[in-house]
Nanobody, 123 residues
Framework: QVQLVESGGGLVQAGGSLRLSCAAS????????MGWFRQAPGKEREFVAT????????DYADSVKGRFAISRDNAKNTVYLQMNSLKPEDTAVYYC????????????????WGQGTQVTVSS
């Protein structure tokens, strides 16, 4: 079992930055791939970024490439999402998720989810 708690969301102006954190419980965090997803009102949950268990491999949605960066600190059981050059269309609830072994863009492959943190970008 893995429990996930996101933090770092808030209100920011377009062009600004935020860093989301996701703290995980459990001693096996380093064996889990981690992902960030988001869901805007009236829309389906969508993939944002994912990182392998070692941190050596990452993948991003086209909409955030070059603006967002995912990273992890296995010693702190934490994964981060640095978000720069934020746009109003980035407004959503952001969720982190965990799955054993390999990373993937598919949300249905992640068995563990946090409660989400709201990110609002004003124009």
């Amino acid at each position: 079992q893995v429990q996930l708690v996101e933090s770092g969301g808030g209100l920011v102006q377009a062009g600004g930055s935020l860093r989301l954190s996701c703290a995980a419980s459990g001693r096996t965090f380093s064996s889990y791939a981690m992902g960030w997803f988001r869901q805007a009102p009236g829309k389906e949950r969508e993939f944002v970024a994912t990182i392998s268990w070692s941190g050596g491999n990452t993948d991003y949605a086209d909409s955030v490439k070059g603006r967002f960066a995912i990273s992890r600190d296995n010693a702190k059981n934490t994964v981060y999402l640095q978000m720069n050059s934020l746009k109003p269309e980035d407004t959503a609830v952001y969720y982190c998720a965990a799955r054993p072994q390999y990373y993937t863009q598919k949300p249905e492959m992640y068995p563990y989810w946090g409660q989400g943190t709201q990110v609002t970008v004003s124009s």
